[in-house]
């Protein structure tokens, strides 16, 4: 693990603790204002378009961490959040004498560690402003690292850049999964229907997250790997049986082109029933394999695969015969 401090602008942050909204935030330490505490997303890589969406986790129990600690006061910052609050005798008198010991008659901190200013910061939580189950855990107090150093070892989800590959997670924006379909709209009874996306929007796509103040960041990338088609009726196959077409040369599925009408799709359906006066949900779900890699870890590390679908109708008409 690296640590050092660089102070930095503040483009897009996330998270005030877990009484605070979102905020824009700039300077830097030795002004007075913690700048670079919180998180910042680059999602300059990230799927884009109406139809883009976050990916669901395949993994059971396994969501990106609710609340963390991460750098947010200097010992300026500190006193000026502090001290209000005792004097407004809105949080009681024993709370407020034992927050007084800690901060500032020396147990531990004296006068908000104002000797050490400019050589770190007091570290308090963050949370996930969406407020899952969880993002109240993070219930230690405020609490001193120095700079270059570690947070102390029994704090759970001290901000890392595994931490913040699990939040840039939480970030990543996938295309939409509308299939084209050959014959389009409408197909017939027993007529092999082909299915394809276009491979054009089915690159990679990534987020990177950093926090400025330790000089730490980690980039989280998703990357396709297989359609799956599910005809929205048991009256169906699927091209393959599995319904799971692979991807292949960075291409999900293939394109109907005159003169493949008698071949057998590499990816598509063949509807064995007609809808009637209806319609089949067609569903179509992408896997995305997802894995980061950041400071200290060149090496890519796994995270659970990601899925992003979406339903369109499909119209299926029984093939009309004259007999003369």
Request: glycine share 10%.
């Amino acid at each position: 693990m690296l640590w050092g401090a660089t102070p930095a602008l503040a483009e897009e942050i996330v998270g005030g603790g877990a009484e605070g909204p979102k905020e824009e935030a700039s300077g830097d330490a030795e002004g007075g204002t913690l700048s670079a505490g919180v998180v910042v997303f680059d999602r300059s890589k990230n799927g884009t378009g109406e139809s883009a969406g976050p990916v669901t986790t395949t993994a059971a129990n396994w969501t990106p961490p609710p609340c963390w600690y991460a750098p947010k006061y200097t010992p300026e910052q500190l006193q000026k959040t502090m001290e209000p609050i005792w004097e407004s005798g809105s949080t009681g008198g024993e709370w407020d004498s034992k927050q007084r010991n800690r901060y500032v008659n020396g147990e531990p901190y004296k006068d908000f560690n104002k000797d050490k200013t400019g050589e770190g910061y007091f570290w308090d939580s963050y949370v996930d402003e969406d407020y899952p189950d969880g993002w109240d855990k993070c219930t230690e107090a405020p609490f001193w690292v120095d700079e270059g150093d570690p947070p102390p070892a029994d704090i759970e989800n001290a901000v890392t850049p595994e931490i913040l590959a699990q939040l840039a997670y939480k970030e990543i924006q996938v295309p939409g999964t509308e299939v084209t379909l050959a014959p389009e709209g409408t197909t017939k009874v027993n007529l092999p229907t082909w299915a394809w996306l276009d491979g054009a929007d089915f690159k990679p796509v990534s987020v990177t997250a950093s926090v400025p103040a330790l000089d730490i960041e980690a980039t989280t990338t998703a990357v396709p790997v297989s359609l799956k088609i599910d005809p929205g009726t048991e009256d169906a196959e699927t091209y393959p049986a599995s319904g799971e077409c692979e991807i292949n040369n960075g291409r999900i599925g293939e394109p109907y082109a005159k003169g493949k009408a008698d071949e057998t799709p590499p990816c598509g359906v063949k509807y064995l029933r007609s809808s009637g006066d209806g319609s089949y949900p067609l569903t179509a779900t992408v896997t995305w394999e997802i894995s980061w890699v950041g400071t200290g870890v060149a090496e890519e590390q796994p995270l659970p695969n990601g899925e992003f679908g979406a339903e369109q109708d499909v119209i299926v008409q029984e093939i009309q015969s004259v007999n003369r």
